[in-house]
């Protein structure tokens, strides 16, 4: 079973990349509480937030890196993530008002769902064939 990244197909390493800008994009999150936490003053704790959002950010960048890396482990766990965020962006789109980035969450995650089960995506997270690693048309089996 090969593992390395030149095994994974394309629509995988993509999905991978682009579940790596949704962890980027946690961490950043979670800095602008950290340094929020220094001006705000009263019962919220805003440093203990960006503590709890930095560690799930980490465990999204871990799928990511092990989806470009070829580990058919991360697949799951960055499935989840999208549809965790799907909810995020429906909230965003119907609660709170904000459409804009309600609609634009909901089709980066779908787009990320697309690709994990593509065709080539789930004959390679079951380890069975024909899935095409580079995206050339030529499939083999393994």
């Not at 995988?12 to 929020?36: D, F, P, S």
């Not at 309600?102 to 079951?126: D, N, P």
């Amino acid at each position: 079973m090969p593992t390395d990244a030149a095994a994974a197909p394309r629509s995988v390493r993509i999905a991978g990349a682009m579940t790596g800008l949704q962890g980027v994009a946690g961490l950043g999150y979670a800095a602008a509480l950290a340094l929020q936490s220094g001006q705000q003053h009263g019962p919220y704790d805003a440093l203990g937030t960006a503590g709890y959002f930095a560690l799930l950010s980490a465990g999204v960048i871990a799928a990511s890196v092990g989806l470009l890396m070829g580990k058919r482990w991360a697949r799951t766990p960055a499935v989840l993530v999208q549809l965790m965020l799907l909810g995020v962006a429906w909230y965003a789109f119907i609660d709170s008002g904000q459409h804009a980035a309600g609609i634009a969450v909901a089709a980066f995650c779908l787009a990320i769902l697309v690709l994990l089960f593509s065709t080539h995506a789930r004959a390679w997270a079951m380890g069975i064939g024909p899935y095409d690693p580079d995206g050339t048309g030529d499939s083999e089996r393994r």
